[in-house]
T-cell receptor, first 120, second 112 residues
Framework: GAGVSQSPSNKVTEKGKDVELRCDPI?????LYWYRQSLGQGLEFLIY????????KSGLPSDRFSAERTGGSVSTLTIQRTQQEDSAVYLC??????????????????FGPGTRLLVL | RKEVEQDPGPFNVPEGATVAFNCTYS??????FFWYRQDCRKEPKLLMS???SGNEDGRFTAQLNRASQYISLLIRDSKLSDSATYLC?????????????FGTGTSLTVIP
């Protein structure tokens, strides 16, 4: 079946502008995660959704970052008043289960191809 | 202290060699462990889960040592196609759900 998809694949914006990134998880996956990865760095956790709710927003770096998920499916990550340090690859992942817990395959995260954001 | 720590490498090994990576984690309550592989400018992809009893998938063997809080990945008979960054991932389940911690990755280059 289809994997996780993200759009746009690349985004170049000017400092101070708002951007919206979209993630379409694998159908039926209840858990959705956002990460970002700067050049040569590890993955930085941003936010986690279980269904439409976000029990863990601890990773959002500032109040310029927000995310929502509607219908238990598509999620959007919004960055307001972008700064140059926001430049990174934003990765979305989904897994079959999240809050209820699971083992092995159920909690395995499948990643989308990412959105490469460049803030000039 | 970071939740998950890995030696960034790089590890440069000849084809056919055996190479091993270790990853340490700080929270003893961590419950699930994974190795992911990330190719240059690509998304991470699951390589294998790590079970308490250890598990093997072809040339790849993963081990978990809870007492010392580390996991390992052994690659036998390295292939050129094994060149990638290997990410250690630890899952800590809490009341609010899963919290996945990714290591910064170990870079492997297999040389002809």
């Amino acid at each position: 079946g289809a994997g996780v998809s993200q759009s746009p694949s690349n985004k170049v914006t000017e400092k101070g502008k708002d951007v919206e990134l979209r993630c379409d998880p694998i159908s039926g996956h209840t858990a959705l995660y956002w990460y970002r990865q700067s050049l040569g760095q590890g993955l930085e956790f941003l936010i986690y959704f279980q269904g439409n709710s976000a029990p863990d927003k601890s990773g959002l770096p500032s109040d310029r970052f927000s995310a929502e998920r509607t219908g238990g499916s598509v999620s959007t990550l919004t960055i307001q008043r972008t700064q140059q340090e926001d430049s990174a690859v934003y990765l979305c992942a989904s897994s079959l289960v999240g809050l209820a817990g699971g083992r092995g395959e159920q909690e395995t995260q499948y990643f989308g191809p990412g959105t490469r954001l460049l803030v000039l | 202290r970071k939740e998950v720590e890995q030696d960034p490498g790089p590890f440069n090994v000849p084809e056919g060699a055996t190479v091993a990576f270790n990853c340490t984690y700080s929270n003893s309550a961590s419950q699930s462990f994974f190795w992911y592989r990330q190719d240059c400018r690509k998304e991470p992809k699951l390589l294998m889960s790590v079970y308490s009893s250890g598990n093997e998938d072809g040339r790849f063997t993963a081990q978990l040592n809870r007492a010392s809080q580390y996991i390992s990945l052994l690659i036998r008979d390295s292939k050129l196609s094994d060149s990638a960054t290997y990410l250690c991932v630890v899952n800590l389940r809490s009341r609010t759900g899963n919290q996945f911690y990714f290591g910064t990755g170990t870079s492997l280059t297999v040389i002809p």
